[in-house]
């Protein structure tokens, strides 16, 4: 069923025209490849996604409702989160206030609760299969691991929608094989999974839809399964 869809959407910088009148809909428990060239528009269509960039026109909506958000943080609220190619988390910060910036539980005396927070921190990365000292600072871990701290961190947020800015770009192939595990695990707890890739490779590896994006328009959309991978 689908979770998030937008309809005609359209965007223009001046006199260039990013997006022409795209529409795309997102499917909960499927991986939704973005495939397009430099400048095709992927980034400023993830952008008007998730509340950075407002469009000139077009309708979206979640659940079947429209929904008019105009900043990233609305657009947190109604399920969609993301993760960004450079991660977008707090480097000199612990793991467990990464996971909890913006969020703090308190205990009965009105106090952040930090036991819990360091709690629930193990328990939420145990399940992404990372056994790690949340107490140490996040630039002590490699980018795959910080990678994956930024998802359950949006999963933990958000939870409807997760969209992955081309997150394979700075991996190599084990840490792209854990992540491609992390993302299924995901994708079969309902998600709906926005994967941006120049790697076709990767889109057939991973995904189960794909959108091809062209000079700001939409060249079509397919279910891989349909798709004849020889030709
Ligand atoms: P992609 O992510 O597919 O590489 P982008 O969405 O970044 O494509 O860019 C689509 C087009 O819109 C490009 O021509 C780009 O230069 C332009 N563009 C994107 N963001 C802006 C901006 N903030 N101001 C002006 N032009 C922009
Ligand atoms: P990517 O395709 O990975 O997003 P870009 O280099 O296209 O990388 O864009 C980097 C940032 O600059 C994005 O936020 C994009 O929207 C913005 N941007 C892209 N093109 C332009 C432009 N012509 N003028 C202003 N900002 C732009």
């Known amino acids: 069923s689908?979770?998030?869809?937008?309809?005609?959407?359209?965007?223009t910088f001046g006199n260039h025209t990013a997006?022409?009148?795209?529409?795309?809909a997102f499917h909960?428990?499927?991986?939704?490849?973005?495939l397009g060239e430099n400048g095709a528009g992927k980034s400023t269509l993830i952008k008007i996604l998730t509340g950075a960039y407002i469009p000139d026109g077009g309708v979206i909506s979640v659940d079947g409702e429209n929904v008019n958000f105009t900043t990233p943080q609305q657009a947190q609220?109604?399920?969609?989160?993301?993760?960004y190619q450079e991660v977008n988390l707090l480097p000199n910060m612990t793991v467990i206030d990464n996971l909890f910036i913006g969020r703090q539980p308190t205990n009965r005396f009105g106090l952040v609760d930090k036991r819990r927070m360091e709690r629930e921190s193990r328990?939420?990365?145990?399940?992404?299969?990372?056994?790690?000292d949340v107490k140490a600072e996040l630039s002590t871990?490699?980018?795959?691991v910080q990678q994956i701290i930024?998802?359950?961190?949006a999963v933990e947020l958000s939870g409807k929608v997760l969209i992955l800015d081309e997150p394979t770009a700075s991996l190599d192939r084990s840490e792209v094989e854990k992540l491609f595990g992390i993302v299924r695990q995901?994708?079969?707890?309902?998600?709906?999974?926005?994967?941006?890739t120049h790697f076709l490779d990767q889109v057939f590896e991973l995904s189960d839809r794909v959108t091809v994006l062209r000079n700001g328009r939409l060249v079509g959309t397919q279910a891989i399964a349909s798709l004849d991978r020889t030709s």
């Open 28 to 34: 909960r428990g499927e991986v939704h490849a973005l």
């Open 77 to 83: 609220a109604l399920g969609i989160g993301t993760v």
């Open 150 to 153: 930024a998802i359950a961190r």
């Open 2 to 11: 689908i979770v998030l869809a937008a309809a005609g959407i359209t965007k």
């Open 123 to 132: 328990e939420i990365l145990t399940t992404y299969g990372l056994d790690i």
């Open 19 to 24: 997006l022409d009148g795209v529409d795309i």
């Open 141 to 144: 871990f490699s980018v795959a």
């Open 186 to 196: 995901l994708r079969d707890r309902g998600l709906a999974i926005v994967f941006i």
